[in-house]
């Protein structure tokens, strides 16, 4: 496999037979105690929260939420680098659910202080009640102002991605930065058959999607993938000009100062629409080790399968499979995230 300055793998870690199947994340690698950052709130083998809100005036009526470290053979030292956060505003009568997967050296510092941090900040902003996207955004951007200025957490080369759903009365606002991800679950009508759909909600932000690439070029970066041996590609990833450094596999994330050198910017992408009663069933939130090789159609299928319409049942049930396909395809697991919401009762027993 090509070698390349500055990537996230360690030199010391696995073998070339191995290391060449790992393509998708380089995060995973490493067998330094601190590759994986230096410390995390979510470090246990699995961090499982939730509550059904039955009382809740908004569109949510459960949800259970699962964060659960990879797996890298040769990093017993591994830990979780992915967080989360599942909250709820009573005065403005909103409930948020956001994920963040933690990436480089310090990754898991970046991502658990955004889960302790944000929601607070939120919530105290001036605008939160009359100007959610102001409130949101600036509330973002000031936790990664607090980061960067951690003298503990280096960010040269570590960050995070986060994507958030904030459902306030039955207005569903999505939030994302970087390749996290949140669907909806929606009842869609076709040939006179009616069936769950998966609709993509937000969308990810990856180095060649034609509008973030030319961003990248125009600060002087480079868009390209690594080479391996066995003649096929991992991802398209960023890098500086002149350099072939941080090697991110995002376009947009909160934290790598490197990259944003690069193009990279920590702007959230908004998306907003109205829930419907009628069609609208459940959300997905997850980090990339689930979408990484589950498509949004297989995931709502999982969910609309489970047959007891559990949100703590579907959860565990996408996390076994994305593992399980992870050890399948790379012989590693990366972290996974996954947070399971029910809307408008969905699920309940008449």
Same mark, same amino acid.
């Given at each position: 496999?090509?070698?390349? !300055?500055?990537?996230?793998?360690? $030199?010391?870690?696995? =073998?070339?037979?191995?290391?060449?199947?790992?393509?998708?994340?380089?995060?995973?690698?490493?067998?330094?105690? +601190?590759?994986?950052?230096?410390?995390?709130?979510?470090?246990?083998?699995?961090?499982?929260?939730?509550?059904?809100?039955? =009382?809740?005036?908004?569109?949510?009526?459960?949800?259970?939420?699962?964060?659960?470290? /990879?797996?890298?053979?040769?990093?017993?030292?591994?830990?979780?680098?992915? =967080?989360?956060?599942?909250?709820?505003?009573?005065?403005? @009568?909103?409930?948020?659910?956001?994920?963040?997967?933690?990436?480089?050296?310090?990754?898991?510092?970046? =991502?658990?202080?955004? *889960?302790?941090?944000?929601?607070?900040?939120?919530?105290?902003?001036?605008?939160?009640?009359?100007?959610?996207?102001?409130?949101?955004?600036?509330?973002?951007?000031?936790?990664?102002?607090?980061? !960067?200025?951690?003298?503990?957490?280096?960010?040269?080369?570590?960050?995070?991605?986060?994507?958030?759903?904030?459902?306030?009365?039955?207005?569903?606002? /999505?939030?994302?930065?970087?390749?996290?991800?949140?669907?909806?679950?929606?009842?869609?009508?076709?040939?006179?058959?009616?069936?769950?759909?998966?609709? #993509?909600?937000?969308?990810?932000?990856?180095?060649?999607?034609?509008? #973030?690439?030319?961003?990248?070029?125009? *600060? /002087?970066?480079?868009?390209?993938?690594?080479?391996?041996? %066995?003649?096929?590609?991992? &991802? $398209?990833?960023?890098?500086?000009? @002149?350099? %072939?450094? &941080?090697? !991110?596999?995002?376009?947009?994330?909160?934290?790598?100062?490197?990259?944003?050198?690069?193009?990279?910017?920590?702007? &959230?992408?908004?998306? #907003?629409?109205?829930?419907? &009663?009628?069609?609208?069933?459940?959300?997905?939130?997850?980090? %990339?080790? !689930?979408?990484?090789?589950? $498509?949004?159609?297989?995931?709502? $299928?999982? +969910?609309?399968?489970?047959?007891?319409?559990?949100?703590?049942?579907?959860?565990?049930?996408?996390?076994?499979?994305? @593992?399980?396909?992870?050890?399948?395809? #790379?012989?590693?697991? %990366?972290?996974?995230?996954?947070?399971?919401?029910?809307?408008?009762?969905?699920?309940?027993?008449?």
């Amino acid at each position: 496999m090509k070698k390349v !300055l500055g990537s996230e793998e360690n $030199s010391e870690s696995p =073998s070339p037979s191995m290391i060449g199947r790992i393509r998708r994340r380089l995060t995973v690698g490493g067998t330094s105690s +601190v590759l994986d950052g230096f410390s995390n709130e979510y470090a246990d083998d699995e961090q499982m929260t939730g509550t059904k809100s039955g =009382s809740s005036k908004n569109a949510v009526s459960e949800f259970m939420g699962l964060s659960k470290k /990879g797996y890298a053979p040769y990093n017993p030292r591994k830990k979780n680098q992915d =967080s989360l956060i599942m909250t709820s505003h009573e005065d403005s @009568n909103s409930t948020v659910f956001c994920v963040l997967d933690g990436h480089g050296e310090h990754g898991d510092g970046v =991502s658990s202080h955004f *889960a302790t941090q944000l929601a607070h900040r939120m919530f105290n902003h001036a605008d939160w009640q009359n100007d959610i996207r102001k409130a949101v955004r600036e509330s973002i951007l000031f936790c990664e102002d607090d980061v !960067l200025n951690m003298h503990r957490v280096d960010t040269d080369f570590s960050g995070t991605t986060l994507s958030m759903a904030i459902v306030r009365e039955n207005t569903l606002l /999505g939030v994302n930065i970087g390749d996290s991800r949140v669907i909806i679950g929606t009842t869609s009508s076709k040939n006179g058959k009616t069936s769950i759909v998966a609709e #993509e909600f937000t969308h990810d932000h990856k180095p060649d999607t034609p509008a #973030e690439k030319e961003r990248i070029l125009k *600060a /002087g970066g480079r868009v390209f993938a690594v080479q391996y041996d %066995d003649g096929i590609d991992g &991802p $398209s990833r960023v890098w500086l000009g @002149n350099m %072939d450094v &941080p090697g !991110l596999a995002m376009s947009r994330s909160l934290g790598d100062t490197v990259a944003h050198t690069a193009g990279v910017i920590s702007e &959230p992408e908004f998306t #907003e629409r109205t829930l419907d &009663p009628e069609n609208d069933k459940f959300l997905i939130v997850a980090t %990339d080790g !689930l979408w990484e090789f589950m $498509s949004n159609e297989e995931c709502v $299928s999982l +969910v609309v399968d489970e047959s007891e319409k559990n949100a703590m049942k579907a959860v565990d049930l996408l996390v076994q499979e994305a @593992n399980a396909r992870w050890i399948r395809e #790379e012989q590693v697991i %990366d972290d996974t995230t996954v947070i399971v919401v029910h809307l408008f009762g969905y699920g309940r027993k008449s």
